[in-house]
């Protein structure tokens, strides 16, 4: 593999957790095998990878151009990347407004829905967590 795809790799693990890519590297097959390599390379390896913007930013942007665009699915996974991002629940919160704005309130309600719902999953797996380490 290329030193761009390694770096992307490192970056990916950072961002979004060791679990979800150790998952989805398992469920890798032929036919997604070269998209996943790209997606490492490109947007991990060097988007995510760059040093102009930082983590936290990133974050905001994607949540927002993702909920603009409607690309509604990758939004939980995102919003469970923040914790390693350093977004904010207020800060993700102000992305939403803009997308209600510039790109409508549709999409902004349906990813404020997802980001509710996935902070109440990431609560609950934390009050677990916290439930077996008394």
Known sequence: MSDRFDIGMRVRREVLGDEHVDRAEAAKSDIDAPFQ???????????????????????????????????????????RATARTGASRQDIQEAFQHVAIYAGVPRANHALKLAKQTYAEMDAKSDRNEGVSQ
């Open 37 to 79: 390599d790209l997606i490492t390379s490109s947007a991990w390896g060097t988007v995510w990878a760059g040093d102009g913007i930082s983590r936290r930013d990133r974050s905001m942007l994607t949540l927002a151009l993702l909920a603009a665009t409607g690309n509604f699915e990758e939004i939980p996974m995102h919003i």
